[in-house]
């Protein structure tokens, strides 16, 4: 049943120390959809998209990932995410090319150098595939960063803020391939600070507040007033599970 | 099998590309060794006879400074740009991150020591050319890449990482010391050859249960 997510969340809860963060959170998102995942900061934006790409444990509920669940098929799901975060996760003393070629190495891909060469000309950084990483500019690191988030083609891809660091040039670059990527039947969740852009690259908006999910329909703003309405409490209070789970 | 080693020797590769393009780690704890090796001349001043008998200590006091600094270096390199954070989320086991790491350590220390071998035994007066002393090497140095590798990955999530790391670090590798030191006194004149099998079966043992403990406990370290 499952399977016919490219995400789903159940019951999701996650905090830090006795600070709950996320708080019995539902979520699917659908093959072939984009979900924009607003916020204020703090509301646990990247939380949530560091336990979906299973850099972080979550204390209670279940996550599947292609229908794989993250805890018990952990390996079968990594295959099947690619993440782009606040950071690189490239060497510098490589360049993007051989940052790539590693990559494609760990993940098993066969016909490594023409899909580096795609992913890396998909991004825009064929001219400078053999520079390393440090003589880059952070606009051009974020670049191989996506390049190496789609080399192994993966269903789902997750972006923390992706259009930080980026000009409009490359912020056009990533919504089409975003585009493209959803277009062919995989899926994409970012997070995101501009509501615009939010709206024009996601197929649907989220808020995140008092550590769950809110969808309001329609346009930017109803996106505002949904973050500027959020609760004022901490996750879970007044529910009288606070004790339940607050510790975990 | 494949999936488990392949991915092991790329990750090892890759150290040590970075390793020959930047030249921070070998090339600097060679010299912290040589200078050591000349600070101890001048603090001990043997006369002549005595440096055999103190060449198995100081070499392998040197050698456990030199780990310490070269272990060090083992997960900075993958924190600098989250590149940790990019493995950890590939579907790359812990177990072969972890073994990878200490492999390339293993062969650096292995470099240093054989890049100061020769200097000790020149200033301290033993032959560098034995299998005994090899061995002694081979053994301590992988237990100390093992612990080192493990305690390097603690150490980095820490702010303290530079304390952090010889507080833990050398009170676990002391029996290996204290073994290679004894395996050593019989290649270098500082001591018999008396139960070197012995001492040799212990560094083997030692090596042993960490290489099945480290990599089972670095998956709970990483582990966010």
């Known amino acids: 049943m499952n399977a016919g997510y490219a995400i789903t ?114 991004v825009g950084l064929g001219s400078r595939a053999n520079h390393r990483v440090r003589a880059l500019s952070n606009g051009m690191q974020k670049r191989a960063a996506i390049a190496r988030a789609i080399l192994h083609r993966p269903g789902v891809l997750l972006l923390d803020e992706p259009e930080a660091g980026l000009d409009r040039d ?29 709206l024009a690259w996601g197929h649907r908006a989220a808020v995140l507040t008092g550590g769950r999910l809110a969808f309001p329909g329609g346009g930017a703003t109803d996106i505002q007033q949904a973050l500027s309405s959020g609760p004022s409490t901490r996750p879970g209070e007044g529910e009288g599970r606070m004790s339940d789970g607050g510790g975990r | 099998m494949k999936d488990f080693l ?30 050591l090796v000349v600070v101890f001349n001048f603090a001990l001043r043997p006369a002549p006879g005595q440096a055999a008998a103190l060449a198995p200590g100081l070499l392998w006091v040197a050698f456990a400074f030199a780990a310490t600094l070269a272990m060090n270096r083992a997960f900075i390199r993958e924190q600098e740009a989250g590149a940790l954070e990019g493995l950890l989320v590939s579907p790359v086991s812990r177990d ?63 702010r303290s990482r530079e304390i952090m790391l010889p507080v833990l670090f050398f009170p676990i590798i002391t029996p290996l010391i204290i073994a290679a030191v004894a395996v050593s006194g019989g290649a270098t004149g500082g001591g018999t050859f008396t139960g070197l099998g012995r001492w040799l079966l212990l560094m083997g043992v030692f090596d042993a249960l960490f290489l099945v403990i480290c990599p089972w406990v670095f998956s709970f370290v990483v582990e966010d």
Request: glycine share 8%.
């Open chain 1, 9 to 122: 969340v159940e019951g999701l809860e996650k905090s830090y120390r006795d600070w709950p963060v996320l708080w019995n959170l539902d979520l699917t998102v659908p093959w072939g959809e984009a979900l924009a995942l607003f916020g204020a900061n703090g509301a646990g934006k990247t939380t949530l998209l560091r336990i979906l790409s299973t850099s972080v444990r979550p204390d209670a509920g279940t996550v599947r990932i292609a229908g794989r669940d993250l805890l018990r098929q952990t390996a079968e799901a990594r295959r099947r995410i690619g993440v782009v975060g606040h950071r690189s996760f490239l060497y510098e003393d490589l360049t993007p090319r051989e940052n790539l070629t590693y990559y494609a190495r760990l993940y098993g891909i066969s016909d490594r150098e023409a899909r580096v060469t795609a992913a890396l000309e998909r």
């Open chain 1, 170 to 198: 490359s912020r056009r670059m990533l919504g089409e391939l975003l585009a493209e990527w959803t277009a062919a039947g995989r899926s994409v969740a970012f997070t995101t600070h501009d509501i615009e852009l939010g």
């Open chain 2, 6 to 35: 392949g991915p092991m020797a790329t990750m090892v590769w890759k150290d040590i590309v970075l390793e020959a393009r930047s030249r921070e780690l070998v090339v600097s704890v060679i010299v912290f060794g040589l200078l």
């Open chain 2, 96 to 158: 072969a991150i972890f073994l990878a790491k200490a492999a390339a350590s293993f062969i650096f220390m292995l470099l240093v020591e054989a890049a100061l071998l020769p200097a000790y035994g020149a200033m301290l007066e033993f032959s560098a050319l034995s299998w005994t002393l090899g061995a002694a090497i081979l053994l301590a140095t992988l237990g100390f890449a093992l612990i080192g590798t493990l305690f390097s990955a603690l150490a980095a999530q820490t």
